[in-house]
């Protein structure tokens, strides 16, 4: 790298210290907005899980909500009966208001994911990412489950090892999500110059070569909170002192996988514009 991107994969690094030894969920110590749902799902390892299903294309906190405002309306959140009454669950997702706006793949994806639990951990979700567990393998066994790809799975296991201080071993082999907001803080700080989910991993791997997740949540933190598709707040920004702000640069969102349905991607993802 060079001298400034060393610069910004250190102030990453620092930010990503600071929020590891805070316990930092995603925004500070919560999920969401509601603490009856956060509590929920710091509760329960599978609320956890369904949660993750929902981080897609919504704001993170509504997303992290979710698997509360499910059990309210179904009055349990019981993996067997999640497996086995696929259509409650499609009608408790849908209705208004609905708690996701892929109302035709979530709940395919929850009661997928409540059947392979049950199936392959015997309905433990913290069988999962079982203590001492390496980082790639925990990465595979989320990615096998429907509705969680690359993006979410890479979030997961950051949460997991960060808020949930889950001990996992083989750091090195972690990445950063390939989410729109840690692209758009690699591009424009000058960590990386084209968009692509290779490049932002090498970046992530010279930065952090212990530990590249640790730079998950600081860069989509940065993104969100300062370095905002239109009229980013570089002065304020945690990086401002050593980012490139090449801030005529932009990314897309990530598209839909085919006909099928959209990518199971995680966190939010829409288009903002074009690389410049």
Known sequence: MTSAADAVGGALREFGEELTAARAAQVGGAFTDDPRADDFLKASPEAFLIGVLFTQGVRAERAWAAPWALRERLGHLDMRRLADEPEAVAAAVASPPALHRFVGTLPRWISSAARRLLDSYGGDATRI????SGVAEVTARLEAF???????????VEILRRHFGVDLIDEQCGRVAYDVHVRRVFLRSGLVDSDTPEAV????????????G????????????WCRPQSPECEACRLGEVCARRVDLGVRGVGVRGAGGPQS????????GSLG
């Open 146 to 156: 429907d509705g969680i790809g690359r993006k979410k799975a890479a979030m997961t």
């Open 129 to 132: 990412w079982a203590a001492g």
């Open 201 to 212: 991993q090498q970046a992530a791997r010279r930065a952090s070569p212990a530990c590249p």
């Open 214 to 225: 640790l730079l998950d949540l600081p860069a989509w933190l940065v993104g969100r909170q």
């Open 265 to 272: 991607s995680g966190r939010k993802s829409s288009p903002e």
